[in-house]
């Protein structure tokens, strides 16, 4: 079956601007993560969802951050008046629950000039 | 100091050799000990999961937990070019199950 999948692959933005990255995870999954991955470094957890509710946002790094999952399913991680520290590999993960293993995405790069 | 210390490497070795990767964490409260690859512009697949203290096989994988010692290991037995990517350790636990730590990687080289 199909994987987690992530689009845009790679994101070019300028300084400033708004950016909406989206996820779709495996089918039937519950649970959906977000991690920030800086250059050189691991993954760094964002925010977890269980179904459309996000439960635990506590590793976005500003009020510039926003993630939804409306329907339980597709999730969008939106990044407003983007600075250049938020370049960086934006990973999404899903898993059919909490314990269970989670399966990441390919990612989406994020570069701001 | 973060949550979970591990070697960036890079750690280069020949084929066949038995390869050793560390993490260390400072939280006691850890239970659940994860170890993934990532392959370049690639996100992180499991490798091993286990569950507190004690050793964990599969395959050429063979998983370490201490957790008196705060020190977890992988260990890859007859290692291959194609093992050739970036380790993860990753740890959950305490208050807050729904957070994963990540070690910041340790790159492997395998040479032919």
């Known amino acids: 079956g199909a994987g987690v999948s992530q689009s845009p692959r790679y994101k070019v933005a300028k300084r400033g601007q708004d950016v909406a990255l989206r996820c779709d995870p495996i089918?039937?999954?519950?649970?959906l993560f977000w991690y920030q991955q800086a250059l050189g470094q691991g993954p760094e957890f964002l925010t977890y969802f269980q179904n459309e509710a996000q439960l635990d946002k506590s590793g976005l790094p500003s009020d510039r951050f926003f993630a939804e999952r409306p329907e339980g399913s597709v999730s969008t991680l939106k990044i407003q008046r983007t600075q250049q520290e938020d370049s960086a590999v934006y990973l999404c993960?899903?898993?059919?629950?909490?314990?269970?293993?989670?399966?990441f995405g390919p990612g989406t790069r994020l570069t701001v000039l | 100091q973060k949550e979970v210390e591990q070697d960036p490497g890079p750690l280069s070795v020949p084929e066949g050799a038995i390869v050793s990767l560390n993490c260390t964490y400072s939280?006691?409260?850890?239970?659940?000990f994860m170890w993934y690859r990532q392959y370049s512009r690639k996100g992180p697949e499991l490798l091993m999961y286990?569950?507190?203290?004690g050793n964990k096989e599969d395959g050429r994988f063979t998983a370490q937990v201490d957790k008196s010692s705060k020190y977890i290991s992988l260990f890859i037995r007859d290692s291959q070019p194609s093992d050739s990517a970036t380790y993860l350790c990753?740890?959950?636990?305490?208050?807050?199950?729904?957070?994963?730590?990540f070690g910041s990687g340790t790159k492997l080289n395998v040479k032919p």
């Open positions: 286990t569950y507190s203290s």
């Open positions: 993960a899903s898993s059919y629950h909490l314990t269970d293993t989670q399966y």
């Open positions: 089918s039937g999954h519950v649970s």
């Open positions: 990753a740890m959950r636990g305490g208050d807050n199950f729904n957070k994963f730590y």
């Open positions: 939280n006691s409260a850890f239970q659940y």
